[in-house]
Nanobody, 123 residues
Framework: QVQLVESGGGLVQAGGSLRLSCAAS????????MGWFRQAPGKEREFVAS???????NYADSVAGRFTISIDIAKNTVYLQMNSLKPEDTAVYFC?????????????????WGQGTQVTVSS
């Protein structure tokens, strides 16, 4: 059974940085697509970033240029480097894996999920 465990969340001031990690067990995701989503209080979960085939990346417009997704196949871990954080980035961040053979931002195209990690950005 696949398990994803996110870490690295916390409280940071606006303009600061955090790096989220998502470690997988039970499956090597070298051929899977991996994504990060987030859910702010009272809002629907939304796409943040994805990486497919270890090199094809996509970003939501709201984070492009500030966030970077990367993957370490040897460690079976995907990362989200978040710079220039804003209060509106405050949310629970989820890592997810996709078995699709195409890049996707659709939540329903992701097949396994982590439990999430809280990111809070103070103004």
């Amino acid at each position: 059974q696949v398990q994803l465990v996110e870490s690295g969340g916390g409280l940071v001031q606006a303009g600061g940085s955090l790096r989220l990690s998502c470690a997988a067990s039970g499956r090597t995701f070298s051929s899977d697509g991996m994504g990060w989503f987030r859910q702010a209080p009272g809002k629907e979960r939304e796409f943040v970033a994805s990486i497919f085939w270890s090199h094809t990346t996509n970003y939501a417009d709201s984070v492009a240029g500030r966030f970077t997704i990367s993957i370490d196949i040897a460690k079976n871990t995907v990362y989200l480097q978040m710079n220039s954080l804003k209060p509106e980035d405050t949310a629970v961040y989820f890592c997810a894996g996709s078995l699709r053979y195409y890049t996707t931002r659709r939540e329903n195209d992701y097949d396994y999920w982590g439990q999430g990690t809280q990111v809070t950005v103070s103004s």
